[in-house]
């Protein structure tokens, strides 16, 4: 067999795998459960402190009553996050809730969400938004965007939130997606000349999960997100690493779980590190 033959060969198994029929997708039946835990690493460039974290959440969504195609879902996750600067240890603690309402049909997802975070000795951050995913045979592009209300002496304010994530399926159990968020937040802190000041967020990430086990629904993920900060008139960037394990209920693929099961978790309000794209 010619070089050119077996490269012409490899090329047409790549495509019909490509083009072969994807997971249907469906509107939610019954409850659909999953459960995540996570490490991160976030390394700013300004020299400070690197700040580790550990994350443990869950998840359940399904359908509302007898309204076709229409379900909730509950999220939660705590995160521990720590730090060692010269012998001299620091720590805090981070609570998420939130819940979505959304409509599954067979070609994509809209919904609203609230969510719900707070941070000990620092203060809370609540987004309300929407948010919407379409399918494109084996691709996924999602959006969102939403109100930001803040608390807090140092971090008190308000501000917005957008953005856009596209997931490639290249094999059934296991998703690529690459993600861009912005956020902004008007603070109560501010002076006389200049007036309130900001925090103004962006943030490009990429991301994979693979599903190793379909019998017991059991997948590794991880990412890397770069984060471009402008605070308080102070420009900073921050690396910010993840990987973790997550658990899903029932059997099916990795495309099954996101389009017929829980929300991918990339889509309600604002980005977590280590919640996982």
Known sequence: MSKRTTILGTACILAMALAAG?????PLTEWALSANTSFSLNDAS????????????????????DIDGLNIQIDGNYTHNWSSTSGVGSSYEQWNIGGSFFWAGMENRIGVNVNYDTVTHTGTLTNF?????????????????GWLSSSGTAIGGHGNYLGGALSGYFVPDLAITGSIDWSQLVTGHGSVIFGHEGVNITQYGIGG???????????????????????????DHDNVWHVGFRWYTGGGSLMDHHRNGNLNPWLPGVAISGNGL
């Open 22 to 26: 994807p997971a249907a997708a469906a």
């Open 209 to 235: 999960e693979w599903l190793f086990s379909e019998d017991y629904g059991v997948s590794v993920y991880g990412g890397y997100t770069y984060d471009q900060v402008h605070a308080f008139g102070i420009k």
């Open 129 to 145: 938004g929407v948010f919407g995913e379409q399918y494109f045979g084996n691709f996924t592009g999602m959006a969102k965007a």
């Open 46 to 65: 300004s020299g400070s402190s690197t700040w580790k974290g550990w994350l443990l959440g869950a998840a359940a969504a399904g359908p509302i009553s």
